[in-house]
């Protein structure tokens, strides 16, 4: 680990929180229904982009932290604009609302559609590629 790696995490987590934080704002932070629409945005777009960019660069799970380009956009953008915590405290308050089926389903909801827009995002890059 080299300092320019810090700095590109840094700088990137920087750029992703606000994006983040840009698209919660945009989205509202809850629509109507008191359902996180937000941070499912978010996650989802944020899996399909990795997915994506993880191909187009060529870049395999154990290598995520090899150049200063994966550092600072995969771990650094898209770790900074994609937010588990965020779906964890989502869950608890949906939870505590007396919603438990909401809770399941906005889990495993937000779960499997990461994973196809990640997939998503991986076959959109082969296909180009």
Do not use: C
Not at 11 to 30: A, D, F, N, P, Y
Not at 79 to 85: L, P
Not at 89 to 106: I, Q, R
Request: charged share 10%; glycine share 18%.
């Amino acid at each position: 680990m080299q300092f320019s790696d810090l700095v590109f995490v840094a700088g990137g987590g920087g750029i992703g929180s606000v994006l983040r934080w840009l698209v919660g704002k945009l989205v509202k932070e809850q629509g109507p229904s008191g359902f996180p629409w937000s941070t499912v945005l978010i996650n989802v777009t944020g899996a399909f982009v990795i997915g994506l960019l993880s191909v187009l660069f060529s870049v395999e799970w154990h290598d995520r932290y090899g150049s200063l380009l994966n550092a600072g956009v995969l771990t650094g953008i898209l770790g900074g604009y994609t937010t588990f915590s965020t779906m964890q405290l989502d869950a608890a308050k949906l939870y505590h609302s007396g919603s438990p089926g909401k809770t399941v389903g906005y889990l495993l909801g937000s779960v499997v559609l990461g994973i196809l827009a990640a997939g998503a995002g991986a076959q959109l890059a082969r296909l180009a590629g």
